[in-house]
């Protein structure tokens, strides 16, 4: 009885810091994706003004591209609605 009321003591003592050391992993890769997260959202900020910036700067591109991304939609859709 006595050797089972240890296992059990020591059973719960590993459950314990396995849970602890899963907690702090757990925490460490959140961390790491807010930041992964942050920098994606600065980098995206960053070509969508340089983005801005060439199509002020060339609006003739930036018709063609929008122009060009319209038929490409429309295709795409009307393709998917004569299913």
Not at 13 to 41: C, F, M, P, R
Not at 72 to 81: A, R, W
Request: aromatic share 8%; hydrophobic share 35%.
């Amino acid at each position: 009885m006595a050797d089972l009321k240890g296992a059990e003591k020591e059973l719960k003592e590993t459950l314990k810091k396995e849970k602890e050391t899963l907690e702090n992993a757990y925490g460490d890769v959140i961390s790491k994706l807010y930041d992964e997260k942050d920098k994606l959202q600065q980098e995206l900020r960053h070509e969508f003004r340089n983005a801005r910036r060439y199509v002020r700067a060339n609006p003739e591109a930036g018709i063609g591209a929008a122009f060009a991304g319209g038929i490409i939609v429309g295709i795409v859709v009307s393709k998917i609605f004569k299913r």
